[in-house]
């Protein structure tokens, strides 16, 4: 858990700030893809020209996270031929997901392969070179953390999230803020990959007092997940078996029971020694999944 065919290059006279009256990411449920398209097609109803090709790359992008990789590239292809009169932000957001179809969280070990992860680094490079001369620093910023993905060995990661968090604290612009919580949450991943469970640490709680700062109560209860995920690394038991206690009563009170909650306790109480515990969590997590 981590609680990621070339075109010519496109005139850069079509690049400017985008204007767009739609906004994204309310209509974004990334738990329920299939809800998420069917929001984007309702919101072509009276889009500008611009604006249904923004919300294409959008469906496009519910079909990835759905794994259907082909269909994807297939909503991807019929973009294309309006890229060169397009806006910035449409050009920069199909290249985004041209790459999200050939390597991201959802693509398996056996799917990375070389030629797709040159494909992908091909179009994420691209689209942050697209949305830093526009200044979308917003995808800008995305398209770095999903470098992350293509370079997935931990230095790799640390190196593209860093890259990220430099960008973000750059821009004066408020949407690009709205990063810090995740781009913290990966580095601290990376560290902990590493080993570096302080440093981890550390980043985990400052991607939790951001989340916080946002309103983004689930999002607060995964950075505290890290925290006790970190603290099991550390041998730090009690702790986080706390922790992890309070999430459950958390999740469970939202009638959202969280599998990653229980699978974690399954190992703190296997780790102590109590097996009854660990059982009970082992069939938590069975009825969970």
């Given at each position: 858990m981590t609680r990621v065919r070339i075109l010519p290059v496109v005139l850069l006279a079509?690049?400017?700030r985008p204007t767009m009256a739609i906004d994204i990411d309310a209509l974004w449920n990334y738990g329920k893809p299939e809800v998420s398209e069917q929001r984007f097609a309702a919101a072509?109803?009276?889009?500008?020209?611009?604006?249904?090709?923004?919300?294409?790359?959008?469906?496009?992008?519910?079909?990835?996270?759905?794994?259907?990789?082909?269909?994807?590239?297939?909503?991807?292809?019929?973009?294309e031929p309006a890229l060169p009169n397009a806006s910035a932000e449409v050009q920069v957001r199909h290249w985004l997901e041209l790459g999200r179809t050939w390597i991201s969280a959802t693509h398996s070990k056996e799917q990375r392969t070389p030629d797709a992860r040159q494909t992908a680094r091909d179009a994420y490079l691209r689209a942050f070179e697209l949305a830093e001369q526009a200044r979308l620093d917003y995808l800008a910023i995305d398209a770095l953390h999903m470098m992350a993905f293509v370079d997935d060995a931990p230095d790799q990661q640390l190196a593209?999230?860093?890259?990220a968090i430099a960008h973000m604290e750059r821009s004066d612009q408020p949407d690009a803020k709205r990063w810090?919580?995740?781009?913290?949450?990966?580095?601290?991943?990376?560290?902990?990959l590493k080993?570096?469970?302080?440093?981890?640490?550390?980043?985990f709680r400052l991607s939790r007092a951001a989340h916080e700062r946002m309103g983004r109560k689930k999002s607060v209860r995964?950075?505290?997940?890290?925290?006790?995920?970190?603290?099991?690394?550390?041998q730090r038991?009690?702790?986080?078996?706390?922790l992890q206690l309070e999430l459950e009563r958390a999740w469970d009170a939202d009638s959202e029971p969280d599998p990653y909650v229980f699978e974690e306790l399954e190992l703190l109480y296997r780790a102590t020694g109590d097996e009854a515990r660990a059982q009970h969590y082992a069939a938590r997590l069975k009825a969970a999944r």
């Open positions: 079509t690049l400017s072509m109803d009276g889009a500008t020209a611009d604006e249904k090709l923004v919300l294409q790359t959008q469906i496009a992008r519910t079909w990835g996270l759905r794994k259907d990789f082909a269909n994807a590239r297939q909503i991807l292809a019929g973009v593209w999230n860093q890259k810090e919580g995740s781009l913290r949450n990966n580095v601290g991943y990376a560290l902990r080993g570096d469970y302080d440093g981890a640490l550390a980043q995964i950075a505290d997940w890290m925290i006790a995920r970190t603290w099991r690394e550390q038991y009690t702790e986080a078996i706390a």
